[in-house]
C-alpha cells in the first residue's frame, strides 16, 4: 500500500507543477510606495491596496501564452476620488468624478525564452471613470483603477479580436 500512496503523492506533485506552467508569470514591484500620490494612512489599508492591485494584476497575466513573463513596476499611484479625515477615525475616500480620476504610471516588460516582446512606460489614467459602465461591482473598492488597468492590458497585450 506505501508504495501506491508514494506514486499517487509524485503524480499529484508532476499535476500541480504542472498546472503551475499552465500561465504566464507575473511578477509586480511598487517603486518606493511610501511616495504614491495617494494612498490610504493606515498600514494595513496600504497593504491591502497593493495587495489586491497585485491580484488583479496576476490575475489578468493569465490570458497570456504560458511561456511569457510579465514584470510590472509601479512607479506611483492616484487612486480614484480623494480622501478625507473622518472624526471618528476611519478616513473617507469621495468620489465626484471631477479633477479626481485614477491614475497609475508604470513600467513593463513581456518576455519569452530569454526575448523581450513588448517593454516600455505607461500612464494609465481614466477621466471619464464616474461616466463608464464598469464590470466591478460597487462593493469593490479599486473597481475604477481596475477597470482602467484592464483597458491598459488588453490595449497592450491581447491580440485584436
Not at 39 to 50: C, K, S
Not at 63 to 91: F, K, S
Request: glycine share 8%; hydrophobic share 40%.
Amino acid at each position: 500500500m506505501k508504495p501506491l500512496m508514494r506514486q499517487l503523492a509524485l503524480a499529484g506533485l508532476c499535476l500541480l507543477s504542472a498546472g503551475g506552467a499552465l500561465a504566464a508569470e507575473v511578477t509586480v514591484n511598487y517603486i518606493e510606495p511610501g511616495k504614491f500620490a495617494d494612498m490610504p494612512f493606515e498600514p494595513w489599508e496600504r497593504e491591502n491596496v497593493l495587495k489586491d492591485l497585485t491580484e488583479h494584476f496576476q490575475k489578468l497575466g493569465k490570458q497570456l501564452p504560458a511561456d511569457q513573463n510579465l514584470t510590472i513596476e509601479v512607479l506611483d499611484i492616484d487612486l480614484a476620488g480623494r480622501i478625507y479625515p473622518n472624526m471618528r477615525g476611519q478616513n473617507l475616500r469621495v468620489l465626484r468624478g471631477g479633477a479626481d480620476w485614477p491614475r497609475m504610471r508604470l513600467r513593463y516588460r513581456l518576455e519569452a525564452g530569454g526575448q523581450v516582446l513588448a517593454s516600455g512606460d505607461a500612464e494609465l489614467s481614466d477621466m471619464m471613470y464616474m461616466q463608464r459602465n464598469n464590470r466591478f461591482s460597487d462593493g469593490d473598492t479599486l473597481r475604477f483603477e481596475k477597470q482602467m488597468i484592464d483597458d491598459w492590458f488588453n490595449k497592450t497585450f491581447l491580440p485584436r479580436r
